[in-house]
Nanobody, 121 residues
Framework: QVQLVESGGGLVQPGGSLRLSCAAS????????MGWYRQGPGKQRELVAS???????NYADSVKGRFTISRDNAKNTVLLQMNSLKPEDTAVYYC???????????????WGQGTQVTVSS
């Protein structure tokens, strides 16, 4: 079984910072992409940021310059440093990983349970 466990959400004032962490565990052979998605109230889930195993990153336009994604391949973890937070960043943030398990010949997508981020004064 593969699990993605997130931590680090919470309540923060506008302009503040939070750091989200996600750790993947289980019979993992290889992880290609790790990333963060979010779903705000009444909105569809959207990509926030992603990073491939080689280190290349991709960001939503709305978070460029404010958020930074990084990963530790040895620990199967991904971090999202969120600075200059705005009320519109309020959402449930989900960790995502495209990975291959031992004994499998394909990559599958896995999701964490989600962590709430609320930006409010």
């Amino acid at each position: 079984q593969v699990q993605l466990v997130e931590s680090g959400g919470g309540l923060v004032q506008p302009g503040g910072s939070l750091r989200l962490s996600c750790a993947a565990s289980g019979r993992i052979f290889s992880i290609y992409t790790m990333g963060w998605y979010r779903q705000g109230p009444g909105k569809q889930r959207e990509l926030v940021a992603s990073i491939i195993s080689g280190g290349s990153t991709n960001y939503a336009d709305s978070v460029k310059g404010r958020f930074t994604i990084s990963r530790d391949n040895a620990k199967n973890t991904v971090l999202l440093q969120m600075n200059s937070l705005k009320p519109e960043d309020t959402a449930v943030y989900y960790c995502n990983a495209n990975l291959k398990q031992w004994g499998y010949d394909r990559f599958d997508a896995y999701w964490g349970q989600g962590t709430q981020v609320t930006v409010s004064s």
